[in-house]
């Protein structure tokens, strides 16, 4: 075997590293968004009082159907989340800003500490196999997440995959999703242009970042409605990784 293509479906995608966003890409989104939110919640709801949970689930993007994929829970990074949690701390509390934002950082701090990842994070079918498989055929394998770096690592430790040739998180560059800042510095880091970076992931944010940086872009999501909204940015859409495969030719 001495060549290797990645395949969507009939199509040859050409790339040398590709990048993979981790919520909803690698592990499926919803259980990780719901345990998260219950820990967030009900640290809010202790300070600010009961009354204050719906205000927490409306801003936060949660429903009785589930996580809005595009709202503020899944989309944004743990920064841009601190200071929206600051803001609500400071309107129902009265304390100064300043307070308000340590708070909210000790808030964030404590529902970290105290998730189950085991139990919060699930792979999606196909996520370890694709990712070992790139490896093996040579490609530049990593992760582009709006999570921090921490539970990252984390993540990939409980997928057993110990071999990503990168991490890049909010705390690696300036700006995180859809700002093109992570595919720019995957880009530098390993002396590629952007037309060889392909990023997979489930998100408009996802797929934004790459278009911004001049990358291709694989959206995967099992919801028509979304997948039909990726199409527009997106170069493939696809229902999950495992719809992602590399064909040998020797």
Known sequence: MTARTIQVGELPVSASVVAFDKDGTLFQAEPF????????????????????????DRI????EDGVDHSGLLAVASESEEKTVIAALLYRHTGKPWIESLALAEKLLA???HSLNIEEAFIPTPGAVSLLQELKRAGYVVGIATS?????TNACMKLLGFHDADFIVTPESVSHGKPSPD??????????VPPEEVLMVGDSIVD????????????????????????????????????????????
Do not use: Y
Request: charged share 30%.
């Open 182 to 191: 992570m595919l720019e510095k995957i880009c530098r880091d390993f002396t």
């Open 147 to 151: 999570d921090n770096k921490q539970r």
């Open 33 to 56: 968004w719901t345990a998260l939110n219950k820990e967030r919640k009900k640290r809010f709801v202790s300070i600010t009082g009961l009354h204050h949970g719906e205000e927490w």
């Open 207 to 250: 797929c934004m970042m790459a278009k911004a940086a001049g990358c291709k872009s694989i959206a995967v999501n099992q919801n028509p409605e979304l997948r039909h909204d990726l199409s527009k940015l997106a170069d493939f859409t696809l229902t999950g990784v495992a719809d992602i495969l590399i064909k040998w030719e020797s």
């Open 60 to 63: 936060m993007g949660v429903t």
């Open 110 to 112: 404590e529902s970290n």
